[in-house]
């Protein structure tokens, strides 16, 4: 079994805390390291088996990094280089030449590396790609995704980098990993609107938010012969409407998505070291679309003001 350094220990470290504790108790990882300069962080981190300072002197061969993104690259290139396979939350890099930069460091060094894009994962992600091979709605003309919390705006955040980029992703992962044409984006720092054109005249149209009056985390595609929509927050079903008749899917598995990410991981893992073939998810394109695309959305934010 693997032992697992954690780096970081926030919000969203502590959901991988929780998790990896399940995972342990499953028996598919031996022990979890808590590395955080944080006090307060490592006495919240009672689940794990182990807490530090640093990596210094910590013999693991996994590292999964949910630290500050601009520390993410880094500390993956160095993990990597020291010898472990590495889960890095998103941003891969705070731009595509860091981000490959790190994919880069994968190949050199043998690595299994995985990028925290867990919509990927979600159960009813993958139930409505198999509706859409299907042909369930017929041809797909829009998708639109809404992401939008009552969290405050954190401190220099942008809400295109901080929640557009798994929008971004999903939507050309369900486009069966089409390239945007074009990318618009309106709105400021902690609400806008993002457009991306696909081939064919399809939009797919995203929809941000901090500070939001309510929590709304959506997902609708719309066909010739009808449309299906999904809640991010619901792992076990999705709704088709057709006819004017609305119809719940039940997905096949209610597994949550970090779940099933962190154990592709692990597997990725251990065929790897048997010397068998592995998938890495996203792939090395995939995830440097996403940076690539999220940058220019950001960039197309900041253009649209007027000066």
Request: hydrophobic residues 45%; aromatic residues 4%; proline residues 3%.
């Amino acid at each position: 079994m693997l032992d697992v350094a954690l780096l970081g220990c926030g919000r969203w470290g502590m959901n991988h805390l929780q998790t990896l504790s399940k995972l342990r108790g499953l028996g598919v990882i031996n022990h979890i390291t808590v590395v955080d300069p944080s006090v307060d962080a490592r006495m919240a981190a009672m689940l794990a088996d182990d807490v530090a300072e640093s990596l210094d002197g910590i013999d693991t061969e996994v590292v999964i990094i949910a630290t500050p993104s601009h520390l993410h690259a880094q500390q993956a290139r160095d993990a990597m280089e020291n010898g472990c396979h590495v889960f890095v939350e998103k941003p891969l890099g705070c731009c595509e030449a860091e981000a490959a930069q790190v994919l880069a460091t994968a190949v050199e060094y043998g690595r299994v590396i995985s990028i925290g894009l867990l919509l990927r994962f979600h159960p009813a992600v993958k139930l409505v790609k198999k509706m859409l091979r299907a042909g369930e709605i017929g041809r797909l003309e829009e998708l639109r995704f809404s992401r939008e919390t009552m969290r405050e705006t954190p401190l220099n955040s942008n809400v295109v980098e901080a929640l557009g980029v798994h929008a971004i992703d999903l939507l050309c992962h369900l486009m069966g990993e089409v390239e945007p044409s074009t990318v618009n984006t309106s709105g400021d720092e902690s609400q806008a609107r993002v457009i991306l054109e696909f081939p064919h005249g399809i939009e797919g149209i995203i929809d941000l938010a901090w500070d939001a009056k309510k929590e709304n985390r959506t997902v609708e595609l719309i066909g010739s012969k009808g449309k299906i929509i999904f809640d991010l927050n619901i792992h076990n079903s999705a709704k088709l409407l057709r006819d004017d008749i609305e119809f719940e899917i039940e997905c096949e598995s209610n597994k949550s998505p970090l779940e099933a990410e962190l154990l592709h991981f692990f597997n990725a893992i251990k065929s790897q070291k048997e010397g068998g073939d592995w998938i890495a998810v996203p792939e090395h394109g995939a995830a440097l679309r996403g940076v690539r695309w999220t940058e220019r959305a950001v960039r197309s934010l900041h253009l649209s003001r007027p000066h």
